[in-house]
């Protein structure tokens, strides 16, 4: 038999619950030889420790367990040497020999590791976004490892939400692309291959919308905002073949999505034809219990009916299915199906026929941040920065003279990585004061620290529960400023390396204040008062809330959390060697009390004025404007981009029809560089309250200094479609509206009519 099949091919042939025939008789097979307990061992996913738990329970006896058939996957383990001995433990010990699933979570790089989620979304390249998987893929199975807890695809609109960091933003169409391009980047087109892992969708469903913007919190929505608004990009990496999804931990309709029957079975199985496995996440089957649904056998008991096949950690599987079975509270159908899913996932791994297919010791020296890797992620890193401002086009920066590199971001080797990288080593990056001496050697570069992240010593001391990433300085802040504004004096220019660390974004990081805390913006204010020009190399894990630094005259280059190259990647584009080109996929707010705003809200019946000046009884704020202080889609370049000549095929289509959009882009400015060609759609009249506007398309294009190009972007029929108050996926006919250009807020438009 021929195991390496496209998983496409693997997956005709699998159809879970369709006619026995279709099944794999592999695995038919070694389901009949299988005991209860044996079936229920599978659904048994555990970790030893070694990596980050991001529960309070840590497995114990995890070695006998394997060895008595009662544990189908691991994760937390690394290394071929680990790995192989724990999977001989399965191979050799157990009475039936099967293999383990070995998961972690690879979510931005393994070893080599590149920009946070919401940073590469920025980059709105959907290639590189395919390639940064790829590698992380290729990374990780040499590590060991076949199957990873990502791509997180979660839409978020609320940037408190610390794990905004963690997706590719708030929006539905943008979040699709991106979740593909990171199955297909993970999957490959045969997952048997070596180099190829299994990807996790997660978080099933609706985690991005927690309540209030703290994590783990309810969330309550109605059907029609979550198909038209949230779903989308789970189901766009459900069709590109993902051969796992993970539930969250949140309520969906007041169930658990761990236990919710709805969302596991109707939606993903019978709806969308997902024939994959679902695993829990981490304890997330336990804490149905906290979330009052009843005891450990009554929620393991829902949780396998709904449609859960696999539990992370908590064992209220493992210990508990055999007594639901006896009484007749589950069958014996429910625990083979579940079972059926984790081991047809392992016959599509290649693990029945190889069962070390990973586990080739020479492979971590070869493929683990090899210099090409390092090279990708700096390439990945220069296109995820988004230049919010540009003060008297002070960027990029002429490689000499005396420059002031201050902030307490710019020396510290601890803050690249971002959150949630939990295989790669900090030690390894590169820090922004190596990156400016490596690319600016001809300039004079000095560094004063100049602030704290924060003096806030509570505030640190949470931050710091996973490591410390907020180091408080021994001198006192006022020493510290002062060293800063002297050397910026003496100094052409100041670049400030400004923001969060990386553990205030990310798990259990939500903040109620987004702004950039008041030990850096003392520096900032004390730094520009000097005089002296000004840059900010801004690094967050969200959208901030900046009005005043945005408002001073100083420029903005928002970096996210880069990865290991970071220094160096900052200093590519901070000097001119790359010329930015990100732009964002969350809105930034002007303040907290806006959230949530998003680019694709309703106007509702008493629209704000155009101008944006308040007026009563109108839908607008006393204290605020409506607008943002930058749009979703929003980032500037070195050089300047024209857009003219918007045409449409047509003014009027027939249901089934699409429409093509052309248009003229010119770089206008006085450098090569890319923009990102935005397309934005109202449904003017339709059965339910339309979006102001939706993304329906976008092109990244390169433009040389005085070139100008046509664009060509073609909506189909289903781009004109949305979910009615049926949750019917229809089109309606009446008038369209298209805006076409550099962000959300595009004004060139055309209409045309669908009859
Ligand atoms: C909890 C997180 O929510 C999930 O994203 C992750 O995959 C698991 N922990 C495992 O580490």
Request: charged content about 25%; aromatic content about 8%; glycine content about 8%.
């Amino acid at each position: 038999m021929n195991y390496r099949k496209s998983l496409f091919a693997i997956l005709a042939l699998v159809v879970g619950s369709a006619s026995a025939q279709q099944r794999i008789p592999e695995v038919e097979q070694l389901l009949q030889k299988m005991t209860i307990e044996e079936k229920i061992g599978q659904l048994n996913l555990l970790t030893p420790g070694g990596g980050v738990a991001t529960g309070e329970v840590v497995s114990e006896n995890v070695g006998t367990k394997i060895k008595s058939g009662q544990v189908g996957g691991l994760f937390g383990v690394t290394g071929p040497d680990r790995v192989r001995k724990a999977q001989e433990i399965a191979v050799k010990e157990s009475r039936l020999g099967i293999p383990l699933l070995i998961g972690s979570d690879v979510i931005h790089g393994y070893k080599t590791t590149y920009p946070i989620p919401l940073g590469l979304s920025s980059s709105w390249d959907m290639g590189l976004v395919e390639q940064a998987a790829q590698m992380a893929a290729r990374e990780a199975t040499a590590d060991g490892i076949n199957w990873n807890f990502s791509p997180m695809v979660d839409i978020a609109r609320d940037p408190r939400w610390g794990r905004i960091s963690e997706g590719a933003g708030e929006d539905p169409y943008l979040g699709s692309k991106v979740a593909e391009a990171m199955v297909k980047g993970y999957q490959g087109d045969d997952l048997a291959a070596a180099h190829t892992m299994l990807a996790c969708v997660k978080h099933f469903a609706l985690y991005g919308a927690a309540e209030a913007g703290r994590d783990y919190h309810s969330v309550d929505m109605s059907r029609i905002k979550m198909f038209n608004q949230y779903m989308q990009p789970y189901k766009a990496a459900i069709d590109a073949g993902a051969a796992s999804v993970m539930s969250s931990f949140n309520d969906v309709d007041g169930v658990p999505a761990t236990g919710n029957k709805w969302l596991l079975t109707d939606v993903l199985r019978d709806q969308w034809g997902f024939k994959g496995f679902v695993v829990s996440d981490y304890t997330s089957l336990n804490e149905m219990i906290p979330h009052g649904l009843g005891d450990l056998q009554a929620v393991s008991a829902l949780a396998l009916k709904a449609g859960l096949d696999m539990d992370m950690v908590g064992e209220g599987f493992l210990t508990t299915l055999k007594k639901s079975l006896e009484e007749e509270k589950v069958t014996e159908e429910d625990i083979t199906n579940a079972c059926r899913r984790v081991l047809e996932a392992k016959y599509v791994s290649g693990l029945f026929d190889d069962p070390y297919k990973y586990l080739d010791s020479k492979r971590p020296e070869k493929d683990i941040l090899t210099e090409n890797n390092r090279a990708l992620s700096r390439k990945l890193a220069t296109r995820s920065f988004v230049l919010l401002k540009n003060h008297n086009n002070l960027l990029p920066l002429k490689k000499n003279g005396k420059i002031a590199l201050v902030g307490p971001l710019a020396d510290s080797r601890e803050n690249m990585l971002g959150t949630w990288a939990p295989t790669g080593d900090f030690n390894l990056a590169v820090t922004i004061l190596e990156g400016f001496n490596n690319v600016a050697s001809g300039a004079t570069i000095e560094h004063a620290k100049g602030a704290n992240i924060s003096d806030d010593v509570a505030f640190a001391k949470n931050v710091n529960s996973l490591g410390e990433r907020i180091l408080i300085d021994e001198r006192s802040p006022e020493t510290m400023l002062q060293e800063a504004v002297d050397l910026a004096k003496n100094s052409d220019v100041v670049v400030a390396v400004v923001g969060e660390a990386t553990e205030m974004s990310g798990e259990s990081s939500s903040r109620t204040d987004i702004s950039i805390p008041e030990s850096q913006k003392k520096l900032i204010r004390a730094l520009v008062a000097t005089g002296k020009p000004v840059a900010l190399v801004l690094m967050s894990g969200r959208p901030l809330t900046i009005p005043e630094e945005f408002d001073m005259p100083v420029s903005i280059l928002q970096v996210w959390h880069p990865g290991v190259e970071a220094g160096n990647a900052i200093a590519d584009v901070v000097f001119g060697d790359y010329n930015p080109s990100g732009k964002l996929t969350a809105t930034w707010p002007v303040n907290v009390g806006q959230i949530p705003v998003y680019h694709s809200a309703k106007v509702t019946g008493r629209p704000a004025t155009e101008s944006g000046e308040f007026q009563k009884f109108r839908s607008n704020y006393l204290d605020a404007p409506n607008a943002p202080l930058l749009p979703f889609g929003y980032g500037l370049s070195y050089t300047t981009f024209d857009y003219s000549n918007l045409k449409l095929n047509t003014r009027e289509i027939s249901q089934g029809e699409g429409i093509t959009v052309k248009v003229t882009v010119a770089n206008t400015g006085d450098y090569d560089g890319e923009e990102v060609v935005q397309l934005y759609l109202r449904d003017v009249v339709r059965s339910i309250t339309p979006p102001k506007r939706q993304l329906k398309g976008f092109q990244k294009i390169m433009l040389k200094k005085g070139e100008s190009k046509e664009v060509t972007i073609t909506l189909s029929p289903d781009d004109l479609k949305f979910y009615n108050a049926q949750l019917e996926f229809v089109s309606e006919p009446g008038d369209f509206e298209i805006f076409v250009g550099t962000n959300s807020d595009a004004e060139l438009s055309e209409k045309f009519t669908l009859k």
